[in-house]
């Protein structure tokens, strides 16, 4: 009895220390939402526990094992660099991992080219024979969810005992194994879940900024090419080494939250009225057809009146063929300044500058009644095609984006999409809107943004109210804007240098 206890005592260390290892395994796997670096910790940490030589591991698909992942030390140190080719397996009993998945049941195998013939399974030794490798024991573990559904298997292949020579597993190997398989089947499953409810998530993102974008033909796509845009400058600001980004590093999260904020900048629009959107001239089509029919019916008066007066000057007996010809002048007069004055009106209908002169002019055809005054206050827009309040509208849209985005509980990772989806408008000098912030205030990613979106609504072949700009004149407007104090100059500088501009449709 004496002699067992240094024993006892001394497995029952090693066994708590494994088990403590089994926690910490577990606490690592629930901690990686990364699938595919998921995968290979899970094999490598089952390996290290069993000493195992070699390893695979299999996902469920439907109705069939997808191998996944391999690892193999002897045949790495052999400098075999075979690349991984990923293959389906159908679930039954004919295979090792096949029966594990079909049964339930694990398997310990002391030489897996020896397996009984009263055996369902079998051991393919093509890899073997084709790798110059010798597969002896093997343990394959059905990996089980907390519903008790199996999801995959894995598969360790030979054991090493000190020496690295080839053992088979224990039982106690099983059991450790079969622990481990169960956590790894869980943080498996949660980091699908994650991906799947992140993939929604990005899509909802993707089709609600694209589907606002689309209410106006013009706009179709805009989002999505900030998007690109946006990215493209973040990412060449990571490779930076010298100048001003040398010591700025956006990771993966804060990649994903100026990609989100940049697809959902512009999702205010929704609270716009769409016709203001859609606004390519000062009068729309309708309402300039109304003022052509005004002006038809003008004329027409005028040719009324002065058949009118004919006919009176005929009743009275007066056949004065110099009054009648001078009738007609006037009318002609009359119907030729009416039709310079609706050219006029079509002339400066379309967006570009008003001088004086045209305010003038405009001013004399309101009181004359040629003009509502709806169509005055439109018409007299000095630049643009946007009325005051109009503008206001448009400018709006930010305050309505912050006011959605504000309401959704975005993750910690995602919390300042609001912020800077809200900045895109604000201007260094503190001349932007909605809330006139300056430089100190703007964050990177908002003046990253602020870029991408101007130069994509000069360039944009979509817009109504004007024509694309040309890649080098919209070039020369950003840097003006950055002159100005518009703009951040080094974000332009490295926009152009780099030539992130190209290619993004």
Not at 116 to 135: A, L, V
Not at 217 to 245: D, W
Request: net charge neutral; glycine share 6%; charged share 30%.
């Amino acid at each position: 009895m004496k002699k067992s206890r240094p024993d006892f005592k001394s497995k029952y260390f090693e066994l708590k220390e494994q088990l403590n290892k089994l926690n910490r395994i577990g606490m690592s796997l629930s901690s990686e939402h990364n699938l595919d670096t998921l995968l290979e910790m899970i094999l490598c940490e089952a390996r290290h526990f069993t000493q195992a030589d070699a390893g695979s591991l299999y996902l469920k698909e439907g109705n069939r094992l997808k191998f996944v992942i391999a690892q193999n030390d002897t045949l790495s140190r052999k400098g075999h660099k075979e690349p991984f080719r990923s293959f389906y397996v159908k679930i039954s009993k004919e295979s090792i991992a096949g029966y594990v998945a079909a049964t339930g049941r694990p398997l310990n195998i002391k030489d897996a080219h020896r397996i009984p013939e009263s055996k369902d399974y079998r051991f393919d030794q093509s890899f073997d024979k084709k790798m110059g490798y010798r597969t002896r024991s093997i343990l394959a573990i059905p990996m089980k969810n907390h519903e008790n559904e199996i999801i995959g298997v894995l598969q360790l292949i030979n054991a090493l005992d000190q020496r690295g020579k080839t053992i088979a597993f224990t039982g106690e190997n099983k059991e450790l194994v079969s622990s481990l398989a169960s956590q790894a089947a869980v943080a498996i499953q949660n980091t699908k879940l994650i991906y799947q409810i992140k993939s929604l998530f990005r899509s909802l993102v993707e089709y609600s900024a694209s589907a606002i974008d689309a209410r106006s033909p013009h706009t179709a796509g805009h989002s999505r090419r900030v998007c690109q845009y946006a990215l493209r400058m973040a990412q060449a600001i990571n490779v930076q080494e010298k100048g001003p980004f040398a010591r700025t590093h956006f990771n993966e999260e804060e990649l994903e939250e100026l990609e989100f904020s940049a697809w959902l900048h512009d999702i205010g629009k929704i609270g716009v009225r769409e016709w203001v959107l859609e606004k390519s001239d000062k009068l729309s089509k309708g309402w300039m057809e109304a003022v052509n029919n005004r002006f038809d019916s003008l004329k027409k008066g005028i040719a009324n009146q002065a058949l009118t007066r004919k006919n009176e000057l005929l009743l009275d007996g007066v056949h004065d063929e110099e009054q009648f010809n001078q009738l007609n002048a006037q009318a002609e007069q009359i119907t030729r300044e009416l039709d310079e004055e609706l050219d006029f009106i079509k002339r400066v209908n379309t967006s570009g500058f008003m001088g004086d002169e045209d305010i003038e002019r405009l001013d004399e055809l309101l009181k004359r009644g040629y003009i509502s005054l709806f169509e005055y206050e439109n018409l007299s827009v000095r630049k643009g095609n946007l009325t005051e309040e109009e503008r206001k509208e448009i400018q709006s849209h930010i305050n309505y984006g912050v006011g959605i985005l504000s309401k959704i509980p975005f993750p910690r990772n995602l919390a300042h999409i609001p912020f800077y989806a809200g900045c895109h408008h604000e201007m260094l000098n503190g001349e932007g809107y909605p809330k006139g912030l300056k430089e100190g205030d703007i964050p990177l990613q908002a003046r990253i943004l602020a870029v991408a979106d101007i130069f994509d609504a000069l360039t944009a072949a979509d817009r109504p109210y004007k024509k694309a700009v040309p890649i080098d004149k919209a070039l020369n407007i950003l840097q003006k804007e950055a002159e100005i104090g518009h703009l951040d100059p080094e974000i332009i500088k490295l926009f152009i240098e780099e030539r992130l501009y190209g290619g993004v449709k």
